[in-house]
């Protein structure tokens, strides 16, 4: 993946396989912390916690048919190349929660990529699920963007 | 930037007013495949091509959707053309430049896109 708008699109479309109906992003952009942190909370089905323990490894996946579950494992790898870390939590019934953290000024860190568009896009052929997106950038809170 | 809801409903309505996604009905159905191998490749800009190439004509008939992994990750991005009456068919190693032809030339024109289908002339007669 060249951007990690285009990690977040992937996640979403699990979220969506797992028959949620809200999926909300945060962007958290901190430069006073160094901080890019992203998350992805839906109320799909969510993991018990034997599938969640392999969730991020590459040869497991829930889909019938297939040998391999790229999409956590590669935004897993993404944020540790840029000095951060993953985290998913599950609760079966109740939703998945997906938050990654990279160093912000980290070389290997990919660029954010066009989140609005990439929403608008899912929005657009997803219309019955309701997808927020909140963009934070608190260095700019009370200046000018 | 803080993008609000009442943004975000704003720009999917327009971009809904555009695909006109109707279950069901329609002359062709395009699916674009979005697994992780697809958008990994650039399914989100084939995408965007056809809601592009989709807007400009008149296509109300045309029934444009998304879909998970093909099975050909190699060959992403893939996007299936299937015309009423007739077998789907799968375009592969897609860019924006292949989609204006596959509008044009198979789903306005109704002839296969030779060229960039998947198979069609691939058997080697000895």
């Excluded at chain 1, 109906?21 to 952009?29: L, P």
């Excluded at chain 1, 993991?47 to 019938?64: C, V």
């Excluded at chain 1, 309701?130 to 260095?139: A, K, M, N, Q």
Aim: net charge negative; charged share 30%; with cysteine.
């Amino acid at each position: 993946m060249k951007e990690i708008a285009l990690h977040i699109l992937d996640i979403a479309e699990n979220a969506l396989d797992a028959g949620s109906t809200r999926i909300s992003f945060e962007v958290t952009e901190d430069i006073g912390r160094d901080l890019l942190i992203v998350q992805i909370q839906d109320n799909g089905r969510g993991m018990d916690r034997e599938t969640l323990d392999k969730a991020l490894d590459p040869f497991y996946t829930e889909k019938p048919g297939r040998r391999f579950g790229l999409g956590l494992p590669l935004f897993a790898q993404a944020a540790r190349e840029a000095g951060g870390t993953i985290t998913v939590e599950s609760i079966p019934g109740k939703g998945t929660d997906v938050k990654a953290t990279f160093k912000l000024s980290h070389p290997d860190r990919k660029p954010l990529g066009d989140v609005p568009a990439t929403i608008e896009l899912l929005r657009a052929f997803h219309p019955a699920i309701e997808f927020t997106l909140e963009h934070r950038r608190p260095h700019l809170q009370g200046g000018k963007e | 930037m803080k993008l609000k809801p009442e943004d975000l409903d704003k720009i999917s309505e327009r971009m809904r007013a555009q695909t006109v996604l109707r279950e069901g009905a329609g002359r062709v159905k395009i699916t674009v495949h979005m697994g992780t191998c697809g958008i990994a490749s650039g399914a989100r800009d084939i995408l965007k091509a056809f809601v592009e190439q989709k807007s400009k004509a008149d296509m109300q008939d045309v029934i444009l959707t998304t879909s998970g992994c093909a099975g050909l990750c190699s060959h992403e991005p893939m996007a299936t053309i299937e015309l009423k009456d007739e077998a789907p068919v799968k375009y592969i190693d897609l860019t924006p430049e292949k989609v204006k032809r596959i509008i044009e030339e198979h789903v306005m024109g109704g002839k296969i896109v030779a060229d960039f289908a998947l198979a069609i002339g691939s058997e080697r007669v000895s």
